[in-house]
């Protein structure tokens, strides 16, 4: 994306060849463009009554000076006008044709203080000049359109002068002088506004790459964070594998150990698990284990941490609970296991577990050596009978 060719902007109109791009670039500077012609528009108006005061100094009260004023008046009213329009609809500046339609009736103004004023033609040409220098440097607008104003006003300005008997032969060096500051101009606001665009283009590349970029590092967390899980989870039961059991035996002895507080393990294991899979099929084998999963963190409390550490073999790791306080909350799960069938393909399965629990050694820091004792309990308890608790010896 970085590397294609930039979008094509017209050397004369200073605009994208593209109307799509052109338009999402006036969409871009709408806000700014819109508060800048406001400024502009006000600053207009203000001149436009400001420069009374040294009519009527010079005019006094005629009806040339009313004359003027009323222009003057009407006019700061429309621009005025045109400023709170462009606070409501902002959209109405990036066109470019308010600004310019504006310019174009403004232009008559000077028409007439020539016809009225013929004494200061000098200063009135001067202030036309002025005018299209400002019609491209200060009032936001489009080049190709500023260039017809200011070609309308020139036109207007030469007429107007050869309706007061102006000699002809000196038309082309006036033409030539009120020309000079709109070509200074237009230059100038062509090259800000291509250089305004190659910006724009620029910048939403940079948006782009960066909203991709955002992407893919959102991708990436989600990739590491499945991974993670795959990693640390039975893809069975979702319960944590051994890898990961064994880390939270760590944390829970850690914790054990800093504030010396009991932890014990409790190992169970399905009953005749194998009869099972033999009569409803290995499918039906899974679904008891992902059940038997559901219950078991329905019944420990929520700080217990349970793991399938293979087969049909689970354990359950429970800090600050003494081998006594493990075996009721164990019992609770054997019970309720005991009593809630399974429902698989239309056949009603009923699966017990049997269940050794330990309690930590003092500094006992190995969960092999924990469930090696917890195993040695729950054979036991398989031994007599199954569908029970069995405590291994205390320490």
């Given at each position: 994306m970085q590397n294609a060719p930039l979008p094509h902007i017209s050397l004369w109109q200073a605009e994208f060849s593209d109307p799509a791009v052109e338009q999402a670039f006036r969409a871009d500077v709408q806000p700014r463009m819109a508060w800048q012609l406001r400024t502009a528009l006000w600053v207009w108006a203000a001149l436009v009554l400001l420069f009374a005061l040294p009519d009527f100094?010079?005019?006094?009260?005629?009806?040339?000076?009313?004359?003027?004023?009323?222009?003057?008046?009407?006019?700061?009213?429309?621009?005025?006008?045109?400023?709170?329009?462009?606070?409501?609809?902002?959209h109405l500046a990036p066109p470019g044709r308010l600004a310019m339609g504006l310019e174009l009736a403004g232009f008559p103004f000077f028409f007439l203080y020539l016809l009225l004023r013929p004494?200061?033609?000098?200063?009135?040409?001067?202030?036309?000049?002025?005018?299209?220098?400002?019609?491209?440097?200060?009032?936001?607008?489009?080049?190709?359109?500023?260039?017809?104003?200011?070609?309308?006003?020139?036109?207007?300005?030469?007429?107007?002068?050869?309706?007061?008997?102006s000699g002809g032969e000196n038309l082309p060096?006036?033409?030539?002088?009120?020309?000079?500051?709109?070509?200074?101009?237009?230059?100038?606001?062509?090259?800000?506004?291509?250089?305004q665009r190659q910006e724009f283009v620029v910048r939403t590349r940079l948006q782009q790459t960066n909203a991709a970029l955002q992407e893919e590092i959102a991708r990436s967390a989600e990739l590491q964070a499945e991974l993670r899980r795959q990693a640390t989870t039975d893809p069975l039961t979702g319960l944590p594998n051994r890898r990961e059991f064994d880390r939270c035996f760590a944390r829970d002895a850690a914790r054990a150990d800093r504030d010396a507080s009991p932890l014990c393990?409790?190992?169970?294991?399905?009953?005749?698990?194998k009869a099972v899979n033999d009569q409803y099929g290995h499918g039906a084998?899974?679904?008891?284990l992902r059940r038997v999963?559901?219950?078991?963190?329905?019944?420990f409390r929520s700080v217990d941490s349970l793991g399938r550490i293979g087969g049909e073999e689970f354990a359950v790791l429970l800090?600050?609970?003494?081998?006594?306080?493990?075996?009721?909350?164990?019992?609770r799960f054997v019970d309720r296991l005991a009593n809630t069938p399974i429902e698989h393909g239309g056949f009603t399965i009923h699966v017990t577990a049997t269940v050794g629990v330990a309690e930590r050694?003092?500094?006992?820091?190995?969960?092999?050596?924990?469930?090696h004792r917890a195993d040695a309990a729950l054979y036991e308890g398989k031994h007599a009978g199954r569908n029970r608790v069995e405590m291994a010896p205390p320490a």
């Open positions: 100094l010079v005019m006094g009260g005629s009806t040339t000076f009313w004359t003027l004023t009323a222009y003057r008046g009407a006019t700061a009213v429309v621009l005025l006008a045109a400023a709170f329009a462009l606070r409501a609809r902002p004494e200061l033609r000098a200063t009135t040409l001067g202030m036309i000049m002025v005018v299209n220098l400002s019609l491209f440097v200060f009032v936001p607008g489009r080049v190709a359109l500023g260039a017809w104003v200011a070609a309308g006003g020139i036109a207007g300005t030469v007429a107007t002068l050869l309706f007061m008997g060096g006036l033409v030539m002088l009120l020309s000079l500051p709109a070509v200074v101009g237009f230059i100038s606001a062509n090259r800000l506004q291509r250089a393990v409790a190992v169970f294991d399905l009953d005749h698990f084998g899974d679904e008891v999963a559901q219950i078991a963190r329905d019944c800090p600050g609970a003494m081998a006594h306080d493990a075996a009721v909350v164990a019992q050694k003092p500094g006992e820091s190995a969960l092999d050596t924990m469930l």
